[in-house]
């Protein structure tokens, strides 16, 4: 090592395996950490590893309180699950540090970062909630000002978390450096109004009208994946909002059925796919329809699968849970959590890969919200381990 030059010493260094073993490695030796914390090498590094998941949030919801008794319950607020293998203690991701008053529900995550949003006392739906962006590992929060001019013609929809600008590290998103897109109508014109949180400590709202739909057009949220959400619009069109850009794009699905999608005889939504893109599915008349989107933009018939079929062989299987439509429980990366809209809950799981269908214990609410750790890595151990990075060793 004392003949390796600082340029070889990168070279290897940029090979770690992992984010985690990077901060290992950073405690070697104050060479070590010197040539970690360059802000050259650490975007380098970025750009050849992926950001290490440290595991999803997801809002308990009604439905799990039923089925899972007491212990579901008596949960409050947001409930994280650990990666597999965990990289984290899950204990270090409790949101006990958030301000008290009210119910915090997760908007969105964007790397390691969460929206959290809790509704105002008196506004009623449409109007605006209180917001904040968290980092759950380091324990930090800045509260979302309150957008100005938002009077009565005004009705909120969505608040989303967008990338900021990059920093010397290679980061695009942090507790100094990102933003908060608000989807809302004025009248019935569509509009966007962004929070933006600078490097500097500096803060703005700027608006931009939406081409997305007028009021009357707008049916639904229908969830994210690859970092950005979908929209669907009447006239089989979706509406893609680009979480790296904060711009909107539009789409069509291909006629596949002979009526007009809707919620009220469908169930539509988007997830994410294991190889992280977006998977449009329908569940109509005990089918479900996968389609994929492919680099033009077009989405494609991917899959289908007959789901009294499918699920034949699961325990308390009866052909009359299927003659009604179902209720989808939860979106995962790969999967998806249904039941059957009958008096009493059979939740199952489908493999959006392999489309075959198995048990499951109950949902975690509609969406699941992934959580990354922290970029750039704060280097000096003290400081990292005193915010909390516990290291499962094995």
């Known amino acids: ?70 212990e579901a319950k008596s949960r409050h607020g947001p409930v994280f699950v650990p990666s597999s293998p965990p990289l984290v203690d899950a204990r270090h991701f409790s949101l006990d540090f958030l301000p008290n008053g009210g119910s915090w529900t997760v908007q969105d995550s964007r790397g390691s970062l ?17 917001m904040l962006v968290c980092e759950p590992l380091t324990r930090h929060y800045t509260m979302v000002p309150q957008l100005p001019d938002f009077d009565v013609s005004c009705r909120f929809l969505e608040a989303f978390l967008i990338d900021g600008d990059t920093d010397k590290a290679g980061g695009c998103i942090g507790m100094s450096n990102f933003r908060v897109l608000y989807m809302l109508y004025r009248g019935l014109a569509g509009q966007a109004a962004v929070f933006t949180m600078g490097e500097s400590g500096s803060t703005s709202w700027s ?76 569940a109509f008349d005990d089918n479900i329809k996968v389609f994929t989107r492919l680099g033009s933009g077009d989405w494609v018939l991917e899959k289908r699968i007959m789901l009294s079929e499918a699920t034949r062989s699961l325990l308390e299987y009866r052909t009359s849970f299927f003659s009604r439509p179902l209720n989808i429980l939860t979106l995962g990366v790969g999967f998806i959590i249904l039941s059957p809209g009958c008096e009493r809950p059979w939740p199952f799981s489908v493999d959006l890969e392999t489309m075959k269908a198995s048990p499951a214990a109950g949902d975690m609410g509609l969406m699941v919200y992934r959580c990354e750790l922290p970029w750039p890595p704060a280097l000096h151990a003290a400081e990292w381990y005193a915010h909390a990075l516990v290291i499962v060793w094995f």
């Open 114 to 130: 969460l929206l959290i949003g809790r509704v105002r006392v008196g506004t009623g739906a449409g109007g605006l909630p209180d």
């Open 1 to 70: 090592m004392d003949v390796m030059s600082d340029d070889g010493l990168g070279l290897i260094l940029e090979r770690v395996g992992s984010h985690v073993s990077l901060i290992r490695a950073a405690a070697v030796c104050r060479r070590w950490r010197r040539a970690i914390a360059d802000a050259a090498f650490l975007r380098r590094f970025r750009s050849l590893h992926a950001p290490p998941v440290a595991g999803y949030f997801h809002n308990a919801s009604p439905y799990q309180s039923s089925v899972m008794g007491v």
């Open 207 to 282: 608006e931009k009208s939406v081409d997305i739909a007028t009021r009357s057009q707008f049916e639904c949220c229908l969830g994210h994946a690859g970092g950005s959400w979908y929209f669907y619009v009447k006239g089989r069109a979706i509406i893609t909002l680009d979480g790296s850009t904060g711009e909107f794009s539009r789409s069509q699905l291909p006629v596949t059925e002979t009526q007009e999608l809707n919620m009220w005889d469908y169930n539509f939504y988007v997830t994410e796919g294991r190889d992280s893109k977006p998977r449009f599915f329908t």
